[in-house]
């Protein structure tokens, strides 16, 4: 199935349109859709409400009622800017079905009618092949949705909806579903595809592209209410990322480096319609707040789609012990030997973590006190209940000086584990439903690629580059993580490309374990990308099963890359006198 040919299906100039977002996730700021339909012009708005995570909570809600299972705030942004989208001619495309899309859009109509408006509503289908589970080999999960591509979106706004609802699907989907249908792309246009899903994956986790979670936030003028991006796409799939006039938070090179670097993984990005060279994307100052992509190669997409698998993992607790002062060691060898011989069941797993926040001849109580963490799992929620905890009330006036815990004793909860597994492209029924019921189904791609690894050159060559001093890596490196399942990937950028080869030399596999000491025993897989200045590195299984399985303090290894860059490197003088260029472009 291709496009429809008109080349001016959703914007008012055929060869620009200017998409925008209002959510990075669940929970995302509320006044986001409508700022950004009163901040300027767009002619699509869209939004991501969906993750790992949030497709668990999700299903939860919809074992507990079937009419739920979608993003409720986004249907409470929608009630309040229908009536504006509608009267702009915005189309808006969610991904905020969840679980259940044909919930979320009988929830819109019966919403739209209660204003008096009849909106157009189209939704894409197919995502959840739960029913087929074992049939397609994914076991037994309690949800098995797919990641579907763009061009189910891209047939559903050709067909004139004003409003677009998905389940899981790419995240970069949301945009590039509307462009395929804007600029009549097919699925020969590999690059047109792949320059857009660049622009989608950077504005696709809302201000996370215009200042926020920035290493160096400290540069932006203001980052008390950040402006949301948008992306204005052209006809051959360059982009420029931007934000509407006026609004505060900041677009660069380097702002848009780090969302670019943000839960990657090598050179090759693959989706369902297109596999992305992010080895050839350039990123270039077009003014203020503004920055081109351009030069995005694509390839055949891969002949399989990933499938997000959510399972019931069994049941957890945890208890956090303050030790304070001296003999820290000590006190945490003491009580974990306490605590082990009062349970009166082991659970099947037990993990100890001590965090040494103290600090010597401490100036407050806090800043004397460490954390000493032990979490028990364990299929029978009686084993990690009540009494687990109550094993470290027991020998609280036994124990080392000064012992408390930070919580009361509490029962155990459920936890879930996210398995990515993958299917045939052909194997779920991708299908969008028009608004008058017609339904109509969406071919997979008849060319495809078995995905290869891309990790780029080695490291450079540097030579002798003069004295050095020993500072944080993050005095000339920025970095950027973020989850995917059980991995983290951390992606670090330098700003003046002079530094490039110095870094490219400094993050080998052997300096990388030795600056993160978690990385121990895990793989590594290190992706050098020159044209970004960047180096991404993707440490595997840090996080265990998953965020929702809770493996570290920092469940999503959100702070990995801001650990990184806190760590002390030699760094040559003459890249701390350096300065980027102006309109630097890589």
């Known amino acids: 199935m291709s496009a429809p040919s008109n080349g001016t299906a959703v914007g008012r100039d055929p060869e620009l349109l200017r998409i925008g977002n209002c959510s990075g996730f669940y929970g995302d700021r509320l006044s986001a859709m409508r700022e950004m339909l009163t901040g300027g012009e767009l002619d699509v708005l869209t939004g991501d409400w969906l993750a790992e995570l949030t497709m ?98 891209a047939r559903a706004v050709a067909s004139g909806a004003d409003i677009v609802v998905t389940g899981r699907v790419t995240d970069a989907s949301v945009v590039l579903g509307p462009a395929i249908a804007h600029f009549a792309w097919t699925r020969e246009d590999l690059d047109a595809l792949a320059g857009c899903t660049v622009a989608g994956h950077v504005i696709e986790c809302g201000a996370q592209a215009t200042g926020g979670n920035y290493p160096f936030f400290t540069e932006v003028a203001d980052l008390v209410h950040p402006g949301f991006p948008l992306a204005e796409i052209r006809r051959d799939g360059s982009s420029v990322i931007t934000k509407h006039p006026g609004t505060a938070g900041l677009v660069t090179v380097d702002t848009v480096t780090a969302q670019l670097l943000y839960e990657v993984g090598d050179g090759r990005y693959a989706g369902p319609d297109v596999t992305t060279r992010l080895d050839t994307v350039r990123l270039t100052e077009d003014g203020p707040d503004r920055v081109l992509i351009s030069g995005v190669q694509g390839e055949a997409p891969p002949p399989e789609l990933k499938v997000s698998c959510t399972s019931f993992g069994g049941f957890r607790n945890e208890v956090t012990m303050v030790l304070t002062g001296l003999d820290i060691e000590a006190k945490a060898d003491l009580f974990r ?59 609280a006036l ?95 950028w330098v700003r003046d490309e002079r530094a490039w080869p110095w870094l490219s030399a400094l993050l080998t596999e052997d300096r990388v374990r030795e600056l993160l000491p978690d990385t121990a025993g895990l793989d590594l897989e290190i992706t050098r990308l020159p044209n970004l200045c960047a180096v991404n590195i993707v440490v595997r299984d840090l996080l265990g099963l998953g965020v929702a399985y809770n493996a570290r303090f920092d469940p999503q290894g959100k702070g990995v890359g801001e650990w990184l860059r806190s760590r002390h490197v030699d760094i040559p003088e003459a890249l701390l006198t350096s300065t980027p260029p102006s309109g630097e472009n890589r």
């Open 337 to 395: 030997r306490q605590f082990e011989d009062a349970l009166t069941t082991s659970p099947a797993e037990v993990t100890w973590t001590l965090a040494r926040t103290d600090r010597p001849d401490a100036p407050t109580q806090q800043q004397a006190a460490a954390l000493l963490t032990v979490v028990g799992r364990d299929p029978d929620a009686n084993v990690v209940g009540r009494a687990f905890a109550n094993a470290a009330v027991e020998v």
């Open 398 to 492: 036994g124990s080392y000086p000064g012992c408390h815990p930070t919580a009361p004793p509490a029962a155990g909860s459920p936890y879930g584990v996210f398995t990515p597994r993958f299917v045939p492209q052909e194997a779920p029924a991708h299908e969008v439903v028009l608004d008058h019921g017609t339904v109509e189904r969406v071919e997979p791609p008849t060319v495809t690629a078995t995905l290869q690894p891309l990790r780029g050159p080695g490291p450079e060559e540097t030579g002798d580059l003069g004295p050095t001093r020993r500072l944080p890596l993050g005095a000339v490196a920025g970095a950027r993580a973020g989850d995917k399942g059980g991995h983290v990937n951390v992606g670090v």
């Open 56 to 153: 668990l909570i999700l299903l939860r809600d919809r074992l507990k009622d079937p009419d739920t299972g979608y993003a409720k705030t986004f249907l409470r942004q929608l009630e309040d800017c229908l009536g504006l989208a509608l009267d702009q001619g915005v189309t808006i495309v969610a991904n905020a079905g969840g679980v259940n899309t044909p919930g979320l859009v009988a929830a819109i109509r019966t919403m739209a009618a209660a204003q008096g408006r009849e909106p157009t509503v189209a939704y894409v289908r197919g995502d959840d092949v739960g029913a087929r589970a074992g049939e397609l080999g994914l076991g037994s999960p309690l949800g098995a949705h797919a990641y579907l591509g763009a061009f189910g979106i």
